[in-house]
T-cell receptor, first 108, second 115 residues
């Protein structure tokens, strides 16, 4: 059975810290891996990864995919309270398979 | 502005009643989706549609129905047959075929509470 597992399920850090969120998957017919940020309502798109080893960056956020070991990480450096959210990982295969999310809380 | 509009944002329903959630997109996307999100869980697919007048069941379609009469619109009806309908419902769309690997975009969601 296809599955996507995110870890940790929740994380509390202080402003300025660096965090690493994990997403591992077991999926047949892999097409891409997507990261989304969900604050209260609509998930907003962060990254789409299709190739191993190529880092994608957007400001303080970056992500990389390892298709051999079947995982991706999302890094956030110099965290701010506005980074508090649920971060969702999904793998596109025959359909989108979603992880349960990591709830990130940034304390001032 | 281009985007996906869901309505209503909050809805209360009495047990035994059907309710319809609206989803409209002006992104000219072919594929549209309905997801359900429960606390601490990932998104679960209810229905999806790749083209007008065609739709497919997702993993949890029982107790739900949809229609796709127009490209822009994909309403979801939560019927009285749905045993536990209280949840957050998200509509989404993507260009090209469903699940082709393209980015999907979400509406703001609808909170449904059964009282």
């Amino acid at each position: 059975e296809d599955k996507v597992v995110q870890s940790p399920l929740s994380l509390v850090v202080h402003e300025g810290d660096t965090v690493t969120l994990n997403c591992s998957y077991e999926v047949t017919n892999f097409r891409s891996l997507l990261w989304y940020k969900q604050e209260k309502k609509a998930p907003t798109f962060l990254f789409m990864l299709t190739s191993s080893g190529i880092e994608k960056k957007s400001g303080r956020l970056s992500s990389i995919l390892d298709k051999k070991e079947l995982f991706s990480i999302l890094n956030i450096t110099a965290t701010q309270t506005g980074d508090s959210a649920v971060y969702l990982c999904a793998v596109s295969a025959y359909q989108l398979i979603w992880g349960a999310g990591t709830k990130l809380i940034i304390k001032p | 502005d281009g985007g996906i509009t869901q309505s209503p944002k909050y809805l209360f329903r009495k047990e035994g009643q059907n309710v319809t959630l609206s989803c409209e997109q002006n992104l000219n996307h072919d594929a549209m989706y309905w997801y359900r999100q429960d606390p601490g869980q990932g998104l679960r697919l209810i229905y999806y549609s790749q083209i007008v007048n065609d739709f497919q069941k997702g993993d949890i379609a029982e107790g739900y129905s949809v229609s796709r009469e127009k490209k822009e619109s994909f309403p979801l009806t939560v019927t009285s047959a749905q045993k536990n309908p209280t949840a957050f419902y998200l509509c989404a769309s993507s260009s090209d075929r469903a699940f082709s690997g393209n980015t999907i975009y979400f509406g703001e969601g609808s909170w449904l509470t059964v009282v």
